[in-house]
């Protein structure tokens, strides 16, 4: 059971687009910790996409944003494309776990 | 290259040690807290421990607490992860990665992975 919880899965197709939540709780995502988001593709490490709740890292396609409120965050994917189909995972801090980076269990984004 | 390369991973048996290692190049490795962050077979991301630049702070996920020891030299830019009393639940790929900001790190450079295998 991950501190912070993720859809499963979501799917869309190409040119659509989707969104991934991630809730928290007050000692985390409430707290005030940022969020930050990753994606990896199957047999590879993961790779930061979006940093600081809404900053993407150069060469990170405009197609994905992400935002935070109150006990959650999100990660939206316009434009939706094949090469987007990955696992993502959204991770942050919490404090009742001595201040220790937690991750959201992974969403799986499926481009139909 | 800015790169981190893991290795060390192997299969172990219950109860046994293992140590891995992980090599920076690229930039400068005392610059930068460091973390260990696992991946079991067909799961999520856990992240295991981490260690501030200089070595004088550590933290460890209650999971692991007490068999692994996470160190780093800063005179070879090496990351070593110390495995004792290894259980099945072990298993999984460890990722070296670099953290990035204050506060709510983030990890902005990961390892390739090594596998850790524990099965009698």
């Known amino acids: 059971q991950s501190v912070l919880t993720q859809p499963p899965s979501v799917s869309g197709a190409p040119g659509q687009r989707v969104t991934i939540s991630c809730t928290g709780s007050?000692?985390?995502?409430?707290?005030?910790?940022?969020v930050h988001w990753y994606q990896q593709v199957p047999g590879t490490a993961p790779k930061l996409l979006i940093y600081?709740?809404?900053n993407r890292p150069s060469g990170v396609p405009d197609r994905f944003s992400g935002s935070k409120s109150g006990t959650s965050a999100s990660l939206a994917i316009s434009g939706l494309q094949a090469e987007d189909e990955a696992h993502y995972y959204c991770q942050s801090y919490d404090s009742s776990l001595s201040d220790s980076m937690v991750f959201g269990g992974g969403t799986k984004v499926t481009v139909l | 290259q800015v790169q981190l390369v893991d290795s060390g991973g192997g299969l172990v048996k219950p109860g046994e040690s293992l140590r891995l290692s992980c090599a920076a190049s690229?930039?400068?490795?005392?610059?930068?807290?460091m973390s260990w962050i696992r991946q079991a077979p067909g799961k999520g991301l856990e992240w295991v421990s981490h260690i501030t630049t200089s070595s004088r702070y550590t933290n460890y996920a209650d999971s692991v607490k007490g068999r692994f020891s996470i160190s780093r030299d800063n005179a070879k830019n090496s990351l070593y992860l110390q495995m004792n009393s290894l259980r099945a639940e072990d298993t999984a790929v460890y990722y070296c990665?670099?953290?990035?900001?204050?506060?709510?790190?983030?990890?902005?450079?990961w390892g390739q992975g090594t596998l850790v295998t524990v099965s009698s």
């Open positions: 990665a670099r953290m990035h900001g204050s506060g709510s790190f983030w990890i902005g450079l």
């Open positions: 690229g930039f400068t490795f005392n610059d930068y807290y």
């Open positions: 007050s000692s985390n995502i409430g707290a005030g910790y940022d």
């Open positions: 600081r709740n809404t």
